[in-house]
């Protein structure tokens, strides 16, 4: 065993995540918590970033850094390995869409999250180059994104604080059909996968009832159904296969923390 290369971040930025794009390429998830004087964000946030580093060269390359989508909240990957295309990233960053931002009319007060013009999503990142494609757009209440194994984008969910609704939408055709919606939820709804070859979605939610554990959500839009459940306990953690990070065991809660595998 001998060291190839070594890699420095910069100062106050911490490593979070070290993984292979390909076979050349490794890629750096690393965050800083910054603070802003800004309104309308957090102070202080943590912001995360993506490097893709050349292994042979040793030259790292920021990911996702056109317009507003490096200074505002960094990035996250939605779909890495990509058999197809190996030097493919499917990766989501919030994006500003002056179009989008509303305005105060007469009596209405503008400013609400449905107004800021910002919006979650997604691009396609060409690791060797850098350069991305827009590939889906959210809205301003995009929280998640998944794409299919081809890395093209086909699940999203979406929460709505104001009206405590949680939301999973799957592409149809040009656009998109919700496939589920739970309201009175508390914002502890998320995407765990997809499923039945990418034809459902998992998701841990209460779903209405009163603990929250593992369902099953088929685009085509029959019911949604438990795939586990412990009488009594919430689902409180989850196991990934570290290459393709698919759902592989859930956690519930309780003294013995039991384990059941997907």
Do not use: C
């Amino acid at each position: 065993r001998k060291i190839v290369r070594n890699f420095k971040v910069e100062k106050g930025f911490k490593v979070r995540e070290v993984d292979w794009a390909n076979d050349d390429t490794l890629l750096f998830g690393i965050s800083a918590t910054l603070t802003s004087t800004r309104r309308r964000w957090p102070s202080p946030y943590e912001y995360l970033q993506w490097l893709a580093a050349d292994v042979s060269s040793g030259r790292p390359r920021l990911l996702m850094t056109e317009g507003n989508k490096r200074v505002l909240a960094g990035s996250q990957i939605v779909r890495r390995r990509i058999a197809s295309d190996p030097g493919l990233l499917v990766m989501a960053s919030l994006d500003f869409a002056a179009q989008k931002q509303g305005t105060e009319i007469g009596t209405r007060l503008g400013g609400k999250r449905k107004d800021s013009g910002y919006q979650y999503n997604t691009f396609a990142m060409d690791v060797g180059t850098g350069k991305s494609k827009l590939l889906e757009s959210g809205t301003p209440f995009t929280q998640q994104w998944l794409a299919n194994a081809q890395g093209k984008p086909v699940v999203r969910g979406e929460w709505n604080p104001e009206l405590l609704r949680y939301s999973v939408l799957a592409k149809d055709g040009a656009g998109w059909k919700r496939i589920l919606e739970i309201d009175k939820d508390n914002g502890d709804s998320f995407l765990a996968g997809l499923a039945d070859n990418d034809s459902s979605v998992l998701v841990f939610t209460n779903n209405g009832q009163a603990h929250t554990t593992l369902w099953s959500v088929p685009f085509h839009g029959s019911a949604a159904k438990k795939v586990m459940e412990e009488e009594g306990l919430d689902a409180e953690g989850n196991t990934r296969d570290q290459f393709d990070l698919s759902l592989q065991a859930v956690r519930f809660s309780g003294a013995d923390r039991p384990y059941h595998w997907v």
